[in-house]
């Protein structure tokens, strides 16, 4: 079944303490983003990528890294989580051909206190 | 810089009946995709309809359809006959269509209640 992955689905962490959100496809994907979405606002892009080892900042990347070592892999990482970053995040994968369907994982539910 | 406007951010509708989710856009692009999405409680992003901004038909898929009219820069999606499973939050998202990008551009959503 042609899928992305995110794990874990739901997370509470703590100030500070490093986290990774991991996700990955298996559609043979070039593109992948991740999105942010808090209420009243949408989803927002934070970072995406292109192809391995080519990523890009989106509209919120503060705060953020990611990583594209393989084509199916696009982990988020929280390097120090604020209270601010509590919110539903969500990875997509997407084909070369930009009049296609971006494919959403299941999201993540992450609350920093 | 794109930007997308759904203006209702709650609607109620009954069963059976047919309901338009407003959207509209704007953009300097000549070229462009508008898709919607459906994001039930469980919380899953599902995609139901793609419109390019050179169909010169609006975009169909099963109960739903999208009412493009390009000179207001609107692609409102049409629900025939809602049925309860259709309660949920939906998203107006656009992308333009030139190589790299990759963004997608999203409204703030309408969250859709069907009332039996």
């Known amino acids: 079944e042609a899928q992305v992955t995110q794990n874990p689905r739901y997370l509470i962490t703590v100030t500070g303490k490093k986290l990774t959100v991991t996700c990955s496809q298996n559609?043979?994907?070039?593109?992948m983003s991740w999105y942010r979405q808090d209420p009243g606002l949408g989803l927002r892009q934070i970072y995406y990528s292109m192809n391995v080892e080519v990523t890009d900042k989106g509209d919120v990347p503060e705060g953020y890294k990611v990583s594209r070592k393989e084509k199916r892999n696009f982990p988020l990482i929280l390097e120090s989580p604020s209270p601010n970053q509590t919110s539903l995040y969500f990875c997509?994968?997407?084909?070369?051909?930009?009049?296609?369907?971006?494919?959403f994982g299941q999201g993540t539910r992450l609350t920093v206190v | 810089a794109q930007k997308i406007t759904q203006t209702q951010p709650g609607m109620f509708v009954q069963e059976k009946e047919a309901v338009t989710l407003d959207c509209t856009y704007d953009?300097?692009?000549?070229?462009?995709?508008l898709f919607w999405y459906k994001q039930p409680s469980s919380g899953e992003m599902i995609f139901l309809i793609y419109q390019g901004s050179y169909d010169e038909q609006n975009a169909t898929e099963g109960r739903y359809s999208l009412n493009f009219q390009k000179a207001r820069k609107s692609a409102n999606l049409v629900i025939s006959a809602s049925q309860l499973g259709d309660s949920a939050m939906y998203f107006c998202?656009?992308?333009?269509?030139?190589?790299?990008?990759?963004?997608?551009?999203f409204g703030q959503g309408t969250r859709l209640t069907i009332n039996p």
């Open positions: 953009t300097s692009d000549q070229s462009y995709g």
């Open positions: 559609m043979n994907h070039e593109y």
């Open positions: 997509a994968s997407s084909l070369g051909q930009l009049n296609t369907e971006a494919f």
């Open positions: 998202a656009m992308r333009p269509i030139i190589q790299g990008a990759q963004k997608l551009v």
